[in-house]
């Protein structure tokens, strides 16, 4: 396999992960999963998914998941220690692939980045700011609820800069802009760098649409700066 995306953890982070991969227009083909657990590997082959068996610290375990021709690894383990070796593992066998991962507490998010993830998401984080943002401002909570449930209202979308946009401001593009990539920096709509388009941007917007899948584009640029998601 090459150009494909490894998910290590095949559990409730992991399982999300796939169908958001899925529905996002990733092939089940280009998906391979990595888990400990034997049962788990039989659902994600049960899933119609690659799997391989094994622990996704150790080297060979994730030379079977041929990560020397992987685009990104997700990894969506419940240990942040295990999250931690297996991003280390990762980066030494390809030091190009994207690693995203999830850690459960925010005091581990920088010895994540160091040890060679490009993002950190803190779940357990994430989980309660949601919470909190529910009790206190209700519509704001269902808005992100509905943006984390692709398919089902609102989704991120992400885009190239069109042609006949390239000049003009960022809002003034098709679609509800708002932040704009521009090389390995993702600028807010109304930052003054965003007021003329230019050719190889990308623009990440609020839709309803269908727009078209572009997460694998070819025009994609590589990964941003070490970055940490909290909702």
């Known amino acids: 396999m090459t150009d494909h995306t490894i998910v290590v953890g095949y559990g409730t982070k992991g399982r999300s992960a796939v169908r958001t991969l899925r529905e996002s227009g990733t092939a089940r083909q280009s998906i391979v999963v990595v888990d400990l657990q034997p049962d788990a590997a ?18 060979e375990v994730l030379s079977r998941a041929e990560i020397g021709s ?3 690894v ?7 220690d295990t999250a931690v070796l297996i991003t280390l593992t990762a980066r030494q066998l390809n030091p190009d692939v994207v690693i995203v991962a999830a850690v459960r507490e925010e005091e581990n998010q920088d010895l994540l980045r160091l ?8 779940s357990s984080g994430a989980a309660g700011q ?10 704001a909570g269902r808005v992100i609820g509905d943006l984390l ?20 401001p960022a809002r003034d593009a098709d679609g509800t802009v708002i932040a704009l990539v521009r090389g390995d920096d993702v600028l807010p709509a109304d930052h003054p760098a965003a007021r003329r388009l230019a050719g190889g941007d990308r623009l990440i917007l609020v839709s309803s649409r ?18 940490s998601h909290h909702l």
């Open 115 to 122: 040890s060679g993830a490009n993002q950190v998401v803190v």
């Open 74 to 80: 997700v990894i969506a383990v419940n240990r942040d």
């Open 70 to 72: 992987a685009r990104q």
């Open 149 to 168: 449930d692709r398919g089902r209202g609102l989704d991120l979308v992400e885009r190239p800069v069109a042609a006949a946009e390239v000049g003009s």
């Open 42 to 59: 039989a659902d994600a082959n049960a899933d119609g998914l690659v799997a391989v068996t094994g622990d996704g610290t150790r080297r």
């Open 130 to 139: 949601l919470l909190a943002i529910s009790a206190v401002r209700p519509a």
């Open 210 to 227: 269908p727009w078209p899948v572009t997460g694998h584009d070819a025009t994609q640029p590589k990964e941003p700066a070490h970055a």
